[in-house]
């Protein structure tokens, strides 16, 4: 049985913590980041309809969307958290809205890593922000900015000292994996320039290949994902501790266009997971289930 942080995981890919039930956490009806109160900004990258034409929603999942927004749920900041960090802004005796004790991120910062306000990044650290502060939620100013897009203030935390392998929460969820999630080529070279661990893996043991093959991105976005980390080092067939592959993930989602970009890069479509199941095995879409014929 998967454990908590592997159901919350399921449901960060999906979309929304609140909108996931525990009993279909791989159900692959998408929620929009703008569902996820209080998000500020959806992220910019967009997640493209579906190019095969003949594919059609699975029957346990009726009235699916052709276009779904990149399924992160970007990281909120409580009430509770809020007023704490403004007590503790006061505490420390200083006018800037970045005036902080060790540790913590401000709303404001977050609003700013979420818009990309690089002025206003910028100047936080200048004033001692803390690069490696969390969220209660686990994440860092890199998840944040990640998960928004940003591409200038990913770049700008990078090079002001910021790991790119820092994972967020106990789902060792990495900027890795929020990259390929929203089918962020650009953003996985920029992170192999500061020395990114392309093989790492969630606690569930999912590469970077198995979250974005539950995505629904262009053809030409899954395909560049597949084949920039595939050079990487990121085996095409490596099972998580379900004995899942990036395949099977694909099929669970009902996501043709994966199917179809992993098996370009000769995915295994006879591998059997822990339950003894083939990747054909796990779909009811006819279109994704005639691509994995032997």
Known sequence: MKSS??????????????????????????VSPADSAPALAAPSAKVEKLEDAEEVAPEDSPGRPEEVSAPITEPTVSASETSQDSSSSKEAGGDSPFALPEGGIP????????????????????????????????????????????????????????????????????????AAVYGQASLLELF?????????????????????????????????LTSFLTEQGCSINTQDKGGNTALHEAAKAGNGIAVQALLKFNADRALTNLEGKKAAELTSNASVVALLKD
């Not at 203030?153 to 990495?174: C, E, F, I, M, Y």
């Open 5 to 30: 942080w592997s159901l919350r995981l399921s449901c960060l890919i999906i979309g929304s913590f609140s909108g996931c039930s525990p009993e279909s956490p791989d159900s692959p009806e998408a």
């Open 107 to 178: 709303p404001v910062l977050v609003a700013s890593l979420k818009s990309g306000d690089l002025a206003a990044v910028q100047a936080a650290l200048n004033q001692g922000q803390d690069i490696h502060a969390r969220l209660h939620d686990g994440s860092t100013m890199l998840h944040i900015a990640t998960s928004a897009a940003q591409n200038e203030v990913v770049k700008l935390l990078l090079q002001s000292g910021a790991d790119v392998n820092t994972p967020w929460t106990q789902a060792r969820v990495t900027a890795i994996h929020l």
């Open 192 to 224: 192999k320039q500061y020395g990114a661990d392309f093989l790492v893996t969630t606690a569930e043991g999912e590469t970077a290949l198995h979250l974005a093959a539950k995505v629904r991105h262009s053809a030409e976005a899954m395909t560049t």
